[in-house]
């Protein structure tokens, strides 16, 4: 016989509907994680589990979209062949954004793409590989 199990709600998801703080649900401990992420300026502002912070400049995080469309699944080789991707004048304006299953971010941009699933570690490099 089968039955149906309560579970905790980690599989859930957290939708936001404004950018002022968030707080997600805990992973496993010891699994790097955003505690929270908020929009300060044309920056998205991350604070880490091991208490780092990262900013991360909105065009920067959308150019870097990890969705097939925008080309970023690597070949056999492991390249990463990046499509000529046409962006408008709201690409790189960000609607909303929600974290999915304790272990991606997904962002809404306000040109409408929102099928960029960005894993926590690739947040962390993007801010790790800034300039800035
Ligand atoms: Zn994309």
């Given at each position: 016989m089968t039955s149906i199990e309560a579970?905790?709600?980690?599989?859930?998801?957290?939708?936001?509907?404004n950018l002022a703080e968030v707080s997600i649900m805990?992973?496993?401990p010891s699994t790097l994680?955003?505690?929270?992420?908020?929009?300060?300026g044309d920056e998205l502002?991350?604070?880490?589990?091991?208490?780092?912070?990262?900013?991360?400049?909105?065009?920067k995080l959308r150019r870097a979209?990890?969705?097939?469309?925008?080309?970023?699944?690597?070949?056999?080789?492991?390249n990463v062949e990046r499509p000529h991707v046409s962006y408008g004048p709201h690409s790189f304006?960000?609607?909303?954004?929600?974290?999915v299953g304790g272990y991606?971010?997904?962002?809404?941009?306000?040109?409408?793409?929102d099928s960029g699933l960005y894993t926590?570690?690739?947040?962390?490099?993007?801010?790790e590989n800034a300039s800035a």
């Open positions: 579970r905790p709600t980690l599989d859930s998801t957290l939708f936001i509907h805990t992973p496993a994680h955003p505690l929270r992420a908020e929009t300060i502002a991350f604070i880490w589990s091991d208490g780092q912070e990262s900013f991360i400049p909105l065009e979209c990890p969705c097939a469309a925008c080309g970023g699944e690597p070949d056999v080789m492991g304006e960000l609607r909303n954004f929600r974290f991606a971010f997904q962002p809404t941009w306000n040109d409408g793409h926590f570690r690739q947040l962390r490099s993007l801010n």
